[in-house]
Antibody
């Protein structure tokens, strides 16, 4: 079964840092754009960042620009989200998701189970 | 930024009812829209891509239409497993934006 698995979440103090990881089973991440999407407790979904197959192009939502960085290591079949200067409003479940292409459409078709990030003192 | 206005924010319906959810984009997004279903504690699940293409494995009671600024998701006959929250997502331009969600509850 194709699967994405996030890790790296946890409790961090305001101003702190975390790095989230997303690894894949039965899926070569390097063939696809990948993304991070988050969901604050009891709230809706928010797109956070996208990255191109070779990492040469990235996009981030304004609220995380300069603080978060999406990256990837295709040799390790992994996706990352480096989160610095964390704020309480970054508290959320963070999902990684695959952006397919061609006949599979081009909006997220495979999602991980999510990892919880809590920013609190 | 493109704003996605989803309505209603919640609805109560009975098994067998026909349900329609609407998303309006603040500017034209062609057909660059997906619909997702999310159940509590679970990751979202894609239902629709390209505004109207049904995801493989999704029941045919789900359908969607629209282009430009107006989009609809329809459940022709609501089933117990369809009670969930539904989101639209525009991927026409950055930042990608979700609608605020529609919670479908049991009447």
């Amino acid at each position: 079964e194709v699967q994405l698995v996030e890790s790296g979440g946890g409790l961090v103090q305001p101003g702190g840092s975390l790095r989230l990881s997303c690894t894949a089973s039965r899926l070569t991440l390097g063939r696809y754009w990948m993304a991070w999407v988050r969901q604050a407790p009891g709230k809706g979904l928010e797109w956070v960042a996208n990255i191109k197959q070779d990492g040469s192009e990235t996009h981030h939502v304004d609220s995380v620009k300069g603080r978060f960085t999406i990256s990837r290591d295709n040799a390790k079949n992994s996706l990352y989200l480096q989160m610095n200067s964390l704020r309480a409003e970054d508290t959320a479940v963070y999902y990684c998701a695959r952006r397919p292409y061609g006949d599979d459409g081009d909006v997220f078709d495979i999602w991980g189970q999510g990892t919880m990030v809590t920013v609190s003192s | 930024d493109i704003q996605m206005t989803q309505s209603p924010s919640s609805l109560s319906a009975s098994v067998g009812d026909r349900v329609t959810i609407t998303c309006r984009a603040s500017q034209g997004i062609r057909n660059d829209l997906g619909w997702f279903q999310q159940k509590p504690g679970k990751a979202p699940k894609r239902l629709i891509y390209g505004a109207s293409s049904l995801q493989s494995g999704v029941p045919s009671r789900f359908s969607a239409s629209g282009s430009g600024t107006e989009f609809t998701l329809t459940i022709s006959s609501l089933q117990p497993e369809d009670f969930a929250t539904y989101y639209c997502l525009q991927h026409n331009s950055y930042p990608w934006t979700f609608g605020q969600g529609t919670k479908v509850e049991i009447k």
